[in-house]
C-alpha cells in the first residue's frame, strides 16, 4: 500500500539529523517508509510542521524544504495477545493471559487460567485477530487422559470444529484434535529421528498416532520399511488416509491393535529402530520394544517425562534395568536430552538407546 505525504525533503548528510530532530518534535509519520535518493532523504510527516516547529528545523537542520511524496506503509507489527486484550479485560486480570498456545494447522489450542474463564470468548477472538491463519480457536477443557490420550475442548471462536490439515517437514497430516493425539512442538524431533534412519532399515513405531514420525521416515528414507502401530481407531484412519497423501503407503504399514499383543504375535524380531513415544506409559512397554527388536539388536528411541528433582541420569538408569530385565542389556546411550518444557520444572526427554 501507498499513500501520498507532506514530507522534509533534506540532503543525505542531514539525514539523520533531520530525522532525530523529526522524531523528537513528534511530526514524523513512522506508519511509512522513509524514501532516499542518490543525494536526498525524504521523510514522512503526520502534518505540517507549526511555526515553533519549523523554526526549530530551520536552526538546526538549514537545508531542508517541505514538498509531497507518494511513500509505501510499513507492515504493521504484529500484536501480541496481551496487547489486543489490554484495554478489555480488568487491568487486574491481564497477568493471566496466556502467553503461548498451539497452533495445528488453521486451529488454535490455547489453555485458558481459570481467572479468566468467563472472559474466554473475549480472548478467543484476540487470537484470531493476532493469527490471521487461524480459522477455529479451542480451550482446553481437560487433562490429557486415557488409553488415547485425549483431552476435551470448548470452541471459544471461529469455526465449530476440530478437523484440520496440518503441514510439517514437507509432510501433510489429516488430524482432529478431538479424536487423537498431536503435539507440533516435536515438529524437530520428528525430523532428528528421520533424519538418523539408515537405507534398508525396518522400523517399528510402537505409538504412531496420525503418523508423524512414519510417513516423514517413509519421505525421508526411500529404501524403509515401517510398521505403524496404534490402538486408536480414530488415529488408524487418518494414519492409513496420511499415508495415501503422502504418497508412502508403500513403505508404511498402519496397524490397528495393542503394541504389546501386535509385537508378540506379528513383529517379533523385525526392527532395526523402534519409537516409543507414549512418555507416560513408554518405561511399562520396553520389553515390547526389545522383542520388536531383531536378534542383533538396534535402536529405541524412547521418551518420559521428568519432573524436578528426577534426572536424565535417573532415567537412563530405569530404562537401563528395564531392559535387563528382558535378556538384553544398553550398549551406549547415543542421545539424551530434555525437548519442551510441558509444565513448570517437568520436561519431556528424548533418549536413544543402542541395545545388544
Known amino acids: 500500500m501507498s499513500k501520498t505525504s507532506l514530507c522534509i525533503e533534506v540532503p543525505r548528510n542531514y539525514g539523520q539529523k533531520a530525522l532525530a530532530l523529526a522524531n523528537k518534535l513528534g511530526i514524523s509519520d513512522k506508519t511509512l517508509e522513509i524514501q532516499r535518493s542518490e543525494r536526498k532523504i525524504f521523510i514522512p510527516l503526520l502534518h505540517r510542521p507549526e511555526k515553533n516547529e519549523l523554526a526549530t528545523l530551520r536552526e538546526q537542520v538549514p537545508d531542508f ?18 496487547e489486543v486484550l489490554q484495554n478489555r479485560l480488568p487491568p487486574h486480570l491481564m497477568t493471566f493471559v496466556p502467553r503461548a498456545l498451539d497452533i495445528v494447522g488453521d486451529i488454535a489450542i490455547i489453555g485458558i487460567p481459570t481467572e479468566i474463564k468467563a ?7 484476540a487470537v484470531l485477530k493476532t493469527h490471521k491463519n487461524v480459522r477455529a480457536v479451542l480451550a482446553k ?25 496440518y503441514k510439517e517437514n514437507g509432510c501433510t497430516y489429516h488430524v482432529d484434535v478431538a479424536k487423537v493425539y ?44 515401517v510398521y505403524a502401530v496404534d490402538l486408536n481407531p480414530a488415529a488408524f484412519e487418518l494414519l492409513k488416509k496420511n499415508c495415501r497423501l503422502n504418497r508412502v503407503e508403500n513403505r508404511v504399514f498402519p496397524i490397528l491393535g495393542d503394541a504389546k499383543h501386535i509385537i508378540e504375535n506379528k513383529l ?9 513415544n507414549l512418555p507416560e506409559k513408554a ?27 528426577d534426572s536424565i541420569e535417573n532415567m537412563k538408569q530405569r530404562f537401563s534395568e528395564a531392559v535387563e530385565k528382558t535378556g538384553r542389556k544398553v550398549d551406549v546411550f547415543p542421545f539424551a536430552k530434555a525437548i519442551r518444557e510441558t509444565a513448570p520444572y517437568e520436561w519431556q526427554v528424548a533418549l536413544d538407546a543402542k541395545i545388544l
Not at 524544504?65 to 496481551?82: A, N, S, W
Not at 486415557?146 to 490439515?165: C, D, P
Not at 512397554?285 to 518420559?304: M, N, Q, R, S, W
Open 283 to 309: 518405561l511399562e512397554f520396553v520389553d515390547t520394544a526389545c522383542k520388536a527388536l531383531k536378534p542383533a539388536g538396534g535402536i529405541v528411541h524412547h521418551y518420559e517425562f521428568i519432573r524436578q528433582p
Open 65 to 82: 524544504r517541505l514538498t509531497t511524496k507518494v511513500f509505501i506503509e510499513k507492515k504493521q507489527e504484529k500484536k501480541t495477545l496481551g
Open 268 to 276: 517379533l524380531g523385525v526392527a532395526d529402530r523402534v519409537i516409543m
Open 119 to 125: 472472559y474466554e470468548n473475549l480472548v478467543g477472538e
Open 182 to 225: 498431536f503435539s507440533p512442538r516435536l515438529s524437530h524431533e520428528h525430523m532428528r529421528v528421520a533424519s538418523l534412519v539408515q537405507e534398508g532399515e525396518t522400523v517399528v513405531d510402537l505409538f504412531a498416532g496420525v503418523g508423524p514420525f512414519s510417513v516423514l521416515i517413509a519421505k525421508v528414507v526411500e529404501d524403509v520399511k
Open 141 to 165: 477443557a481437560s487433562a490429557v487422559t486415557g488409553s488415547y490420550r485425549l483431552r476435551e475442548f470448548s470452541v471459544t471462536a471461529g469455526e465449530n470444529r476440530t478437523t484440520t490439515v
